[in-house]
């Protein structure tokens, strides 16, 4: 890869407030006013819920064009019809899920090829949870909680690669 992207990543934790302030997703809201959001939500086993309860978190924030693209098999990550979502969007927001699941279905296809082009000019992706595990160049995919402190007990693999030190 040639030169630093100049897209944005806004990595969240996870768990954010999604009926308080929801100080967080309002600044995501902001910056995808300007464009329409598309949810991704290949990383989750309840892709409906989540796009219903994100759609209408976002719209609640003032988003007027907000679409979701759910890919659930491989082949699907190269259809021509979702690539052009990722093309059409101007802000990419990843739920929550198994981090897995993105970049087994996504990484290396047409779909993420796209989202890195786009990147790489400037879109903003955000990624909650899985999400944002997945933008790793190595993300974390398991560990003991009382031995996370030790390098031996995590499990790696490779993420999307959108997050590196440059």
């Known amino acids: 890869m040639q030169g630093k992207p100049r897209g944005n990543l806004i990595i969240i934790g996870g768990h954010e407030d999604k009926q308080g302030d929801r100080a967080i997703l309002a600044e995501v809201a ?13 990383a989750t086993q309840q892709p409906e819920q989540l796009a219903k309860e994100y759609t209408t ?8 064009q907000v679409d979701v693209l759910d890919i659930r098999t491989r082949d699907q ?3 021509e019809a979702n690539v052009q979502k990722i093309n059409d969007a101007g802000l990419v927001f990843f739920t929550g899920g198994d981090q897995l699941r993105i970049t087994s279905q996504l990484g290396d296809s047409p779909t993420f090829r796209c989202l890195y082009e786009r990147y790489k000019r400037g879109i903003t992706i955000v990624g909650t949870s899985a999400g944002a595990v997945a933008m790793l160049e190595t993300m974390l995919i398991d560990g003991e909680d009382d031995k996370s402190n030790e390098i031996s007990a995590l ?12």
């Not at 902001?30 to 290949?42: F, H, K, Y």
């Not at 790696?156 to 690669?161: D, E, H, K, S, Y």
Request: aromatic residues 6%; positive net charge; proline residues 3%.
């Open 77 to 79: 990550a190269g259809d």
């Open 30 to 42: 902001r910056r995808a006013r300007r464009g329409r959001l598309l949810i991704i939500t290949v």
């Open 155 to 166: 499990s790696m693999a490779p993420g999307l690669g959108c997050c590196r030190v440059w």
């Open 57 to 64: 978190i976002f719209r609640d924030l003032d988003v007027k």
